[in-house]
Nanobody, 124 residues
Framework: QVQLVESGGGLAQPGGSLRLSCAAS????????MSWARQAPGKGLEWVSG????????YYADSVKGRFTISRDNAKNTVYLQMNSLKPDDTALYYC?????????????????WGQGTQVTVSS
């Protein structure tokens, strides 16, 4: 069965960095877009970033553009999110999601599996 397991979350200071990983199994990883989304306390789910199935294109929400970088290693069935210049507003539970198709989108309806999430807290 499809499994998505996130890791790498934790506590970071403002201006610091974290690298999230999502290990995937149970499907042909290289045939699906992957995305990261987050949910802050008391707020709705926010799409953060997505990457094409072959890694040829990446997309970002305006709130993280220039600070976060998504990448994937199809040989390892893993997608990453490098987060730099972290802000307190980045505090959230971060999820990875498996896209239905090749190309990512910012709509949750285009994703059929989600991980359990990894907590990121940005605080001094």
């Amino acid at each position: 069965q499809v499994q998505l397991v996130e890791s790498g979350g934790g506590l970071a200071q403002p201006g610091g960095s974290l690298r999230l990983s999502c290990a995937a199994s149970g499907f042909t990883f290289s045939s699906h877009a992957m995305s990261w989304a987050r949910q802050a306390p008391g707020k709705g789910l926010e799409w953060v970033s997505g990457i094409y199935s072959d890694g040829s294109a990446t997309y970002y929400a305006d709130s993280v553009k220039g600070r976060f970088t998504i990448s994937r290693d199809n040989a390892k069935n893993t997608v990453y999110l490098q987060m730099n210049s972290l802000k307190p507003d980045d505090t959230a539970l971060y999820y990875c999601a498996k896209g239905i198709g090749l190309e990512p989108s910012d709509s949750t309806k285009d994703y059929d599996y989600w991980g359990q999430g990894t907590q990121v807290t940005v605080s001094s």
